[in-house]
């Protein structure tokens, strides 16, 4: 399996994505700058998207609302529509999001041992490079 980008005259279509190289397609959708932090939001307990929102602090409504329907899409979260005045939308974990919060805290795990290393070995690059 190869990690490389496939030339653009061979990128895939949305139906043979999945095909292709399933790390990169998962850790694409994944790896973005909120899903894990909503992941880990939800990992205790379902949410409105209000509590969500306050939960995170510093996303925007439109990306809350953008990633949460790709969490969705994935099969990571499931969204429960009530049907009441006004509408209350409930997001929680599916079965498959409950899954990925075990190798999600292992990576988290790392990522607090080893920022430390990771910060000083970058400003050690950039005194060499200078």
């Excluded at 932090?37 to 953008?66: C, P, W, Y």
């Excluded at 079965?95 to 041992?113: C, E, I, N, Y």
Aim: one cysteine or more; aromatic letters at 6%.
């Amino acid at each position: 399996m190869s990690l490389s980008s496939p030339s653009s005259s061979s990128l895939p279509s949305p139906a043979t994505a999945e095909q292709t190289c399933p790390i990169r397609d998962v850790l694409d959708r994944i790896g973005d700058q909120w899903s894990l932090l909503i992941l880990d939001a939800l990992g205790t307990r379902l949410m409105r998207f209000n509590a969500l929102h306050r939960e995170i602090g510093d996303v925007s409504k439109q990306m809350l609302s953008r990633t949460l329907k790709r969490l969705e899409q994935d099969g990571f979260i499931a969204r429960t529509l009530y049907p009441e005045v006004p509408p209350r939308v409930e997001y929680e974990l599916t079965p498959l999001g409950r899954s990925f919060l075990v190798p999600m805290k292992s990576l988290v795990a790392w990522a607090d041992a080893n920022h430390a290393h990771i910060c000083a070995a970058r400003r050690d690059y950039e005194r060499m490079a200078a």
